[in-house]
C-alpha cells in the first residue's frame, strides 16, 4: 500500500527524532554526551570512561586539549547556563578506577596497513585498526611520535596516553624513516597520508568520493595536512580507519562520510531552572557534585511529538515504532499470521492532530492512523465491535428520528443555516433552542439542518461510508441553496473544512462576538477555558470564545496548552470502546491540570470532562443561563431521547407541525443500572427489543433462584441479553450486557421469523 511507503519516506527524510543533541553536533568525534551524562549521574564512572574512550581513543590527550565546543553548543547556555562539561569530563577521569583499554584476542586480518606521519592522527587511525587487528606501519620521519602535540601539551600527558592505549595491540614504527615516492609502500594493502601541516602530500588532493578518500585508489588522507586542528586530526585518524576498512572489503573508495551537524530545533524556553553547579573547593568536582551537574542535562533529542502526543507518550512509541508495528499489522507476513498486532494501537488514535502541530518537521502521524485504519477495514482485519456504536449512533443522528432540514417561512433560499451537529442536542436540547432562538433574531431567514457530520464513520475507517456521507451532506446543502452554515460544533466544522471546503461556514461564538449578545454576568469564579482540538487550526474561534467570556466578567486562569496546541478530551476518535482505559486516562489528565471549573465549548468535552466529576460549563450554558457547572451528562439512552424531542418540539415551536411520540415498552430500569448500561454502550431500547423478542418467540430461561426471565437477540452485529421480570403494564430490568459472538440457533431462528 501506497501510504506505508510514502510514511516510511517521511519519516526517512523528515524525522528529526535521532538527529543527534548540539553538544554532539559540535563534537569532532561525534560523542554521544547524553549517554556519558546518564552515566554520571548514576555515579557510573568507569561506564562514563569507557565510552569516552571508545569514542575518542586517546582520552587523556582529548580531556587535557579540548577546546570543549559542546559547552557552547549546550541548549542550557540560553536559560541558566551551559554544562560544564569540561569538568564533568576531568571528574569523569578522576573518579574512573578501571581505565585500560580493552584487549581483543582476534586472529590478524592478513592485510597491512602504511601510515606515513607518526603525528596523533596518524596514530589514531593506527590504533582504531589495530583493534581490528589489521598489521600497521607507522613511518615517521623524524625520531619522536606525537608530531605537533610537542607544542600542544605536556609530553609526560601525551606520551603516557599513548602508551595506555596502545598496551594490548602491536604495530611497527619505523621511525627517521622519511617515505618520499608513494611506490616505497605499494606492497601495502592500504595507505593513509597524515604527514601534518605543510607535510608531504604526494600531489595527491581529496578526491570528494569518499571520507577522506584521495584521487589514487587506496590511499586516504587526513589530519593537520588538510587543515584540521588537534582535535579534528584525532578524529580525522579514527574515521579514516573506517574508510580504509570500506576499502579493504569492498574495493570502493566511496566510503559514507561522517554526519554534519544536526537537524535538531528545540526551544530552550521549554526547561526548567537549574542552576549550575559550582565545585565547592573552587577546584574540581566531588562525585555527588559531577552527579548534580550532569543531572542539569536536558538530553536534547526532537522528542516534541512524544512529549505531546497521548497515545506515544502512553505507550512510548516513536514514529518509527509506531510505522513498524502498523506495518506487520497491515503486511503480517510470517511475524504475525492473524495481523492483529497494532488493531488497537491503530484505534487509539484520537485524530487530534497535536503531533502534527508539535512536530518542527509537521509530520503528520495521525492521518498516517487513519489510512492504516482504513486499510484494516478494507481487508476485513479491524473489529468491528471498537466503532460499532458510534455508527449506529450516527444512523440514528441522520434517521428519520433526529434529522431535519429546514427554513422558516420566508420566501426564497434562507443565507444562512444552523448546523450545530448530532451531540449539541444530545447533551442538552436547550443548546440547540435557545442557540437558534438567539440566531433568528440576528437573522430572521436563518435555517435549521439537524444532523451528523459524518465523523463517525470517518474516525471509524469507514471511507466508502464516510464518502457517501459528505456526498449527501453536499446534496442536502445544494437544496437549500447553498447557504453559508453557522457551526455549534469544532469538530463538524472540522469535517466540513477538510472535505467539504466548498461549503462556507463559521461559528455560532464568532457570529455571537460579533453581532453581540445580552450575556448574563454569571458567578462562576476564576474559570479555565479549555480549547477542543478541534478548534487547533480555527484561531478566530479561540478569540470570540475569550471576547464573550471577558464580556461575561469571567476571570480566566490559562491551562498549559490552548491555541495551536490544544488537547483532546479524549472523546476524538471515538476510542472509548478500543482503549477504555486509555481515554480515561487521558480525560483524567486534561481536568487534573486546574482545580478550577472548565468552560467547553464542544459538548463533547463538556460531557466528557463531567463524565469524570469535573465542574465544567458549556459556554451556552453561561451565555443564556442554562445549567451550572455540575450537570451530570444523560445516559447514551437519554441522549437519543433527547434528539427525537428537539426535533418534535422544534417542529411544534417554528413549523407547527405535531408529530406522534413513539410507543415505547414501559420498562423500569434504576439509575445505577441505567448509567452501567451506558457505560456499556448498550441502549434501553436493544434491552426492550430483545424483551419483546423473547416474549414473542418464548425464547428466554428462567433462573430457579432469582425467579428472572433471561433472554437474548442479536441486533444487528451484536448480541444482546436482558435479564427481566413482567411487572405491571411493563416490564423490569435487573441486567443487561452485550458481546460480540454470534450464536447460529438464534440466527437461525430470527431468519424464519
Known sequence: MSFLNDFEQILSVECRQNEPPFCTAECPFRLDVKDLMKKIQKG?????????????????????????????????????????LHQLEQAMLCYATRKKPNAYNMPSKGKRIAVIGGGISGLACTLSLCHKKYEVTVFEKSGRIGGHLWDVLDSEIFLADIKEQFQFENYTLESEREIQSLEEVSDFDAVYVA???????????????GAYASNQKGVFLGGSLIGADTMQAIADGLEASHAIEWYIKTGGMNSPEAPKGTGLRLDSSRLSEMPEVIPADGEGYTEEEAAKEA??????????????????????????????????????????????????????????????????QKIDI??????????????????????????????????????????????????????????????????????????????????????????????????????????????????MGKPEVIFGCPTCRQMFSQYLPEIPGSFLYERMAEWGIDA?????????????????????????????????????????????????????????VAASLYSREVARDRLSEKENPYIAYCVNCRDTFASQRKPVYHLLDLLFGLNDAGRVPPTLTKRWENRRALKRELLQEYWQEETEKREEMNLVIGEELKRKLSKDMILEGDMAEVISWCEETGRKMKDPETGHFVGHKKIQNMTFWAEYLPVEDGYELFGGYAHRMCLEDDVKCQNEK
Not at 604527514?195 to 568520493?209: A, H, N
Not at 497494532?342 to 484520537?350: E, H, K, V, Y
Open 195 to 209: 604527514t601534518g601541516k605543510g607535510g608531504e602530500d604526494f600531489g595527491l588532493g581529496l578526491s570528494g568520493s
Open 520 to 576: 448574563p454576568r454569571p458567578a462562576a469564579g476564576t474559570c479555565s477555558v479549555f480549547d477542543p482540538c478541534a478548534s487547533r487550526d480555527f484561531p478566530k474561534l479561540q478569540e470570540s470564545v475569550r471576547k464573550l467570556t471577558e464580556q461575561m466578567e469571567i476571570p480566566l486562569e490559562p491551562l498549559s496548552h490552548e491555541g495551536e496546541l490544544a488537547q483532546c478530551c479524549s472523546y476524538g476518535g471515538n476510542t472509548s
Open 295 to 360: 543531572a542539569r542535562c536536558a538530553l536534547c533529542s526532537c522528542d516534541a511529538c512524544m512529549r505531546e502526543c497521548d497515545l506515544m507518550r502512553l505507550f512510548e512509541k516513536t514514529p518509527r515504532r509506531i510505522y513498524e508495528e502498523v506495518y506487520i499489522t497491515i503486511h503480517p507476513g510470517t511475524l504475525s499470521r492473524d495481523g492483529t498486532w497494532a488493531t488497537r494501537l491503530i484505534s487509539t488514535c484520537n485524530q487530534c492532530g497535536l503531533c502534527k502541530a508539535a512536530c518542527p
Open 366 to 479: 495521525g492521518k498516517f492512523f487513519q489510512q492504516s485504519h482504513q486499510a484494516m477495514v478494507k481487508k476485513g482485519a479491524m473489529p468491528w465491535a471498537f466503532h460499532d456504536y458510534f455508527l449506529r449512533d450516527m444512523e440514528f443522528s441522520n434517521g428519520e428520528a433526529s434529522l431535519l432540514k429546514r427554513a422558516p417561512g420566508w420566501e426564497g433560499n434562507p443565507s444562512y443555516v444552523f448546523f450545530p451537529g448530532c451531540q449539541m442536542g444530545a447533551s442538552d436540547p436547550a443548546y440547540v433552542k435557545e442557540s437558534y432562538r438567539y440566531l433568528l433574531s440576528k437573522k430572521p431567514d436563518m435555517a435549521l439542518w439537524l444532523r451528523c457530520c459524518g465523523a463517525p464513520a470517518d474516525w471509524g475507517g469507514q471511507e466508502e461510508r464516510h464518502q457517501a456521507e459528505i456526498a449527501e451532506i453536499k446534496r442536502q446543502w445544494e437544496t
Open 44 to 84: 557510573r564512572f568507569n561506564a562514563a570512561f569507557r565510552t569516552f574512550q571508545n569514542t575518542v581513543g586517546f582520552p587523556g590527550i582529548v580531556a587535557a586539549a579540548c577546546p570543549h565546543p559542546c559547552e557552547g553548543a549546550c541548549l542550557r547556555a540560553q536559560k541558566d547556563g551551559s554544562l560544564h
